[in-house]
């Protein structure tokens, strides 16, 4: 098994459990019960790869939401 095939498999439950969510009629506490349980069994040191010199907070301004 890969280094990251347990990473990827709870991405991908995420990922299904949130389409799920989206779905009519939809069970609000099974999501609600299992979403923050998948949530909290990823590592913990996994940080999104941004380019050398990236600043989140350099962009445009934005309007206010209405």
């Given at each position: 098994?890969?280094?990251?095939?347990?990473?990827?498999?709870t991405?991908s439950?995420?990922?299904?459990?949130?389409?799920y969510?989206?779905t009519?009629?939809?069970?609000?506490?099974?999501?609600?019960?299992?979403?923050?349980?998948?949530?909290?069994s990823l590592?913990?040191?996994?940080?999104?790869?941004?380019?050398?010199?990236?600043?989140?907070?350099?962009?445009?301004?934005?309007?206010?939401?209405?």
């Amino acid at each position: 098994m890969a280094d990251h095939t347990d990473f990827d498999r709870t991405v991908s439950l995420l990922c299904g459990l949130a389409l799920y969510a989206h779905t009519p009629g939809h069970d609000a506490g099974f999501v609600a019960t299992i979403d923050p349980s998948l949530a909290a069994s990823l590592p913990g040191d996994v940080t999104p790869h941004f380019p050398p010199g990236y600043d989140p907070t350099d962009g445009p301004d934005y309007p206010e939401a209405r």
